[in-house]
């Protein structure tokens, strides 16, 4: 009987015929099922060490030198930003104090000797200078 007839009359009023396997496809299965055991002792032991390997590294992050490395660079970066402060604040207090000296400049103070019209309270850095050696 043709797979046909098994697919519109169905399994039951078929009758199977016996089947004999031959002495190399029990070879094969026989071969196939070791090779699948095997590959299962094998394989999935070393699917999960690898997979292990890649997890501790994730978790890991940084190795102890590494960290002592970033360590360092934290400690310099903190040193730069404590200066760039400083350095803020003394620009901000130079700017008060020029700001003030204007303003006194302004309220009719006298100009400095040797100091510019345009500038007050600043030497005029363009005049000549008297040199004693010649």
Do not use: C, H
Not at 29 to 38: D, E, K, S
Not at 59 to 81: K, M, P, Y
């Amino acid at each position: 009987m043709t797979n046909l007839t098994v697919l519109l009359i169905g399994p039951a009023a078929v009758q199977s015929e016996p089947t004999q396997l031959a002495a190399y496809q029990i070879v094969e299965l026989v071969q196939g099922g070791l090779f699948a055991m095997v590959l299962m002792a094998l394989g999935i032991p070393l699917v999960r060490a690898i997979s292990r390997r890649f997890i501790d590294r994730q978790r890991s992050g940084v190795s102890s030198a590494d960290a002592a490395r970033l360590e360092r660079i934290e400690q310099a970066v903190d040193a730069i930003a404590v200066e760039v402060e400083r350095i803020a604040e003394a620009q901000r207090f130079s700017a008060k104090l020029a700001a003030d000296q204007l303003s006194d400049g302004r309220d009719g103070a006298q100009l400095s000797p040797g100091a510019s019209a345009g500038r007050p309270g600043r030497p005029n850095t363009m005049a000549p200078r008297a040199n004693p050696e010649r």
